[in-house]
């Protein structure tokens, strides 16, 4: 029963003050990261710490021969020198899946080698300083074999064929061989990495069987899981703490080797020990977006209308791990036609087994087909933006249903708007400026509604303050902001009056936070538990002969502003605290979680720990996706080649937006990393030695400030019912989608180069 | 812990004095976040490539991580720790950065506020380009760049006045 009354807000200047949903309250976990005050996981300082460095292989396939170990177990200050025959061997854990796991000991030291950067030694010493150079002085010697060193290589071969993600309708290729009009190419996508400032490591402790980690995690329950299954300890008595988390994109999800490492070191010692992967070593300790290639076959009428797709794509993977990088996700849903056709294969390299980074297969995809029909476009003689609405997908081409929302076409006229569009000037090497040709280019992007489960837990204090807690985290994309503004706006407190705790595997249980899912599973959560717990005091106050509202005889009251009323006016007015204090409760508790009623222990532990029961977006009468469209200004530099965004105004439909001025900042960071994987980044192999020659930060180029324009983002989007409960769809990933086909089809526009290999450097334009 | 390998040395860190027994060769960042528990200075790559680290040493903006704890013996540091003032009121540019929300997941937050001081101080705080291009030592992967320019345009008019 709900005796309080819930508004329905839009995420809008409308939903008034900055308190509440919608309104643009500045991070509540802000003031603790501009002074230094907010730590960091691996920044607890704790009493007798050890510290920990890797060694990895130098080759990228055959066997460790031997590990000689003598000079730096000689060292001064060493501890510990783990290989892989003194490290105790471990349980294997299960995957994400939740799959039970093969009864065979894990080893999170190499003997095998399948790529270079492999763990195969770690030193532990009394300082940082200490083990570095000691493990220096380890000397491993291989059996080297032949290995595949990535995608061109020409020992690759063709790969293996990924069954499921084959999605076919009508006749793809007999409609492509009628078409007038036929467009064929092909787009790759190199190496990429995620990248975040903060580095990969952790702290590991051990009391008795209990461990605690303290590490920046993008899913707590999840990592808990594969512990306590690495050591064979109950899930309880493992406990991850990462209160800020300094950027993950899909990186910090899993429990890696590293920590397997680190931890099994503590056990042996009796004291807890630091690992932080060095910055080179975050290129190989796990994998970034796997390098892809692509095929797309379009074929249509005369005037732009697509007849048929024919699609194939190929992602690497490793040689023992499976990752797919889903390339026809958007391929198959964001444009009409009768005709489809898309397959996909892997092909195994030797490399770290590749990993989900900011849009995994959405990412890609789109520039495979966002670029395939900017070049149907000049084939035909149409306006780019004009051929993407002349192909509006009215529902989902591919599932066939209604979109639940889909403001994409507000998306195309509101950008094109603001940016001016039309006032381009169509033929290529058109517009220009002293020696600096101009392009302008646009290209569309969306990203599916993932759903999945969560919980929270509400707390209404004697002194009428709100604590949230859940085991979800904030690793900048404000959780803790929406969270305390989602408790206030239900409670009718100023968020001034909450503390939100999160990351700790101890609070209420969350899954993981990837693919945009967490803002929406959580307010839902919060607004439940508060709603919830709102209840509790409000039928507390009518109902106990204490309180000032008893006589009242009402049915309802009013809280706001951290005060409780009657709904008319009529009666007392108090404050929370009082309110507490007249009935004799020292505080209101309630949780609230999205499970489905009738969920059992097991039901919940799957849930938060595996992802294999999450909602599709496509389940029921609706198919569920944020949209966006980018349109890009571009400056070459005729002689030279350079290229330099000069402007972006891109319309965004995330649904509601539960901060906007948080939302607007997530989405800008897609942007520009959009911008970095367009025209800079790339993990360039050395093929000798299947190694990535750029593994750190000045040779791997980021987006640096000087980089980046004024960057304009448009809010079109509307509440979405379907999505979630407070009416959102996914914000974090979206934004990235598309960048990089938009700035590629601006290029063209502006040199008339149509450039299909990512990055865009300037020796492909010269 | 004394060794035959340690030296003593002395810093003067936002004003307080600390003595320490390290090698010659710990660098003033790990000092700063391994000894003194000042953690607010972050090591993002530990070879003078993002900007993560970036303190004040005599004003100046410096590299933690490619510069010797000794090295500064009887200079003046000032970290992130040290810029508000005692009763916590933020430095402008602090300020601005909540204000702007010039930063995410907060990691390179620290170094660019002490980069955006000095930037300001130095008088590079003269247009948003010139910001971008005194701004670029300090990467931000979240990609919070158009806001740190926004947040020091802002914080330079209120220093200036
Ligand atoms: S940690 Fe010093 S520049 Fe990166
Ligand atoms: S705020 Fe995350 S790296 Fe800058």
Known sequence: MTIHDLRTRHGDASDGSADQVGGRLSRVDGPAKITGAAKYAVEQQLEGLAHAVLVESTVPAGKVRAIDTAAAEGAPGVLLVLTPDTIPPLKTASDWFGTPPPDVPYCPLARDIAFSGQHVAAVVAESFEQAVAAAALVKVSYDEAPAVADLSDPKAGDGIAIDMMTKEWGEAEAAFAAAPVRICAAYNTPREYQAPMEPHGLIAAWQGDRLTVWEPSQWLDGMARTYAEWFAIPFENVRLVSPYIGGGFGSKALALSHGAVAASAAKMLGRPVRLVMSRPQTFTGYGGRAATRQTVTLGADRDGKIQSIVHRGVNETSMGGMWVEPLGSVTSVMYATPNFSSKQNVVRVNSVVPGAMRAPGENPSAFGIESAIDELAYEVGIDPLEIRLRNYAEQDPHARKAWSTRQLREAFVAGAEAFGWARRSPAPRSMRDGNQLIGWGVAAGTYPVRRAYGEALVRILADGTVEVESSSIDMGQGTYTILAQTAAETLGVPADNVVVKLGDSRFARAGVTGGSRLAGIMTGAVHKAAGAALDHLVGLAISDPRSPFHALQANTLVVAGGRVSSPRGDGPEVSIAELLASVGADQIEAKGDTMPANSTAEDRYKAYTTIATPLTHTDGDYSRHSWCAHFIEVRVDEDFGTVRVSRVVSALDSGRLYNPKLAESQWKGGIIMGIGQALLEEGIVDRRHGRIVNNNLADYLVPTNADIPDIQTISVGIPDPHSSALGGKGVGELAIVGVAPAIANAVFHATGKRVRDLPITLEKLI | ?161
């Open chain 2, 1 to 161: 812990m004394t060794s035959p390998t340690t030296i003593p040395i002395h810093l003067t860190i936002n004003g307080h004095d600390h003595s320490l027994e390290v090698e010659p060769r710990v660098t003033l960042l790990d000092a700063l976040r391994d000894r003194l528990d000042l953690t607010g200075t972050k090591k993002g790559c530990d070879q003078g490539q993002c900007g993560a680290c970036t303190v004040h040493v005599d004003g100046e903006r410096v590299l933690a991580c490619l510069t010797l704890a000794a090295q500064v013996e009887g200079r003046s540091i000032t970290t992130i720790e040290g810029l508000a003032e005692a009763d916590g009121t933020l430095h402008a540019v602090q300020a601005a950065f909540l204000e702007q929300d010039a930063f995410q997941c907060g990691y390179c937050t620290p170094g660019q506020i002490m980069s955006a001081v000095a930037c300001i101080r130095e008088g590079h705080a003269g247009s948003d380009d010139e910001i971008r291009e005194y701004m670029a030592g300090n990467l931000c992967r979240c990609g919070a760049y158009p806001h740190i320019v926004a947040a020091v345009r802002q914080a330079a008019l209120e220093v200036q006045s």
